[in-house]
C-alpha cells in the first residue's frame, strides 16, 4: 500500500515538472500563471510540512523567497543605475 502511495506521487511529481513544457503550446501567459501557480503550490506544501507535521512554526523559508522577490524587484527596477553607481558604471546597456 505504502509502496503504491509512493508511486503515485512520484508521477504526480512528474507530471507537474513537464506540464509547463505542455503548457508552453497554448502561449506565455499560460506558462506564467502555471508557473507561479506551482510556485504558491511549493510554498503552501513547505508550510504544511513544518508546521503540520514537525510542529514547528518556522517562516524562514517564506522569508528568504520575500527577500528574493524584492532583490528581482530591485535588480529589474530602471530606478536602479540611478541609485547605485556601481551598476550603472559595470553594467551600461543596463
Given at each position: 500500500?505504502?509502496?503504491?502511495?509512493l508511486?503515485?506521487?512520484?508521477?504526480?511529481?512528474?507530471?507537474?515538472?513537464?506540464?509547463?513544457?505542455?503548457?508552453?503550446?497554448?502561449?506565455?501567459?499560460?506558462?506564467?500563471?502555471?508557473?507561479?501557480?506551482?510556485l504558491?503550490?511549493?510554498?503552501?506544501?513547505?508550510?504544511?510540512?513544518?508546521?503540520?507535521y514537525a510542529?514547528?512554526l518556522d517562516?524562514?523559508?517564506?522569508?528568504?523567497?520575500?527577500?528574493g522577490?524584492?532583490?528581482?524587484?530591485?535588480?529589474?527596477?530602471?530606478?536602479?543605475?540611478?541609485?547605485?553607481?556601481?551598476?550603472?558604471?559595470?553594467?551600461?546597456?543596463?
Open positions: 500500500m505504502q509502496k503504491n502511495k508511486i503515485v506521487f512520484g508521477l504526480a511529481a512528474l507530471a507537474l515538472l513537464v506540464l509547463p513544457l505542455g503548457v508552453q503550446q497554448l502561449g506565455n501567459g499560460p506558462v506564467r500563471i502555471l508557473d507561479l501557480a506551482l504558491y503550490v511549493l510554498l503552501a506544501l513547505g508550510l504544511n510540512i513544518v508546521v503540520g510542529g514547528l517562516l524562514g523559508y517564506v522569508a528568504f523567497y520575500a527577500v522577490a524584492y532583490m528581482f524587484a530591485l535588480l529589474s527596477s530602471p530606478h536602479l543605475a540611478e541609485n547605485f553607481e556601481w551598476f550603472a558604471a559595470h553594467f551600461p546597456e543596463g
